[in-house]
């Protein structure tokens, strides 16, 4: 299985992105996915996580309700639009799957990962 993160970039603080994951290989559909992140100096961090059919999905408290997961299985793709963004939210994030199928908060969890993409926001 393989996994593209796109969708980074510079944004003002306040802005919008959307990150999209596009998975190649594999079972999309049957997949638990995720969203991580990690900044400079900074351990890696959850940040959303969907179910296999979308039917559970949540993210990190600390976001508050800032970012939304999503999934399209018809195109072995997963989003995340982020809204309202801060400079603490500069980091590089990366896209995971796990076989197991169920939305999980923890990185061990997964048996995939992408490359990751930069988000960078500017006070």
């Known amino acids: 299985v393989q996994l593209q993160a796109s969708g980074g970039g510079l944004v003002q603080a306040g802005g919008s992105l959307r990150l999209s994951c596009v998975a190649s290989g594999g079972f999309f559909g049957t997949y638990g996915m995720g969203w991580f992140r990690q900044a400079p100096g900074k351990e890696r961090e959850f940040v959303a996580t969907?179910?296999?059919?979308?039917?559970?999905?949540y993210s990190a408290d600390s976001l508050k309700g800032r970012f939304t997961i999503s999934r399209d299985n018809t195109k072995n793709t997963m989003y995340m639009q982020m809204n309202s963004l801060k400079p603490d939210d500069t980091a590089v994030y990366y896209c995971?799957?796990?076989?197991?199928?169920?939305?999980?908060?923890?990185?061990?969890?997964?048996?995939?990962w992408g490359q990751g993409t930069q988000v960078t926001v500017s006070s």
């Open positions: 969907i179910s296999w059919n979308g039917g559970n999905s």
């Open positions: 995971a799957a796990s076989t197991v199928g169920y939305a999980d908060y923890r990185a061990g969890s997964y048996d995939y």
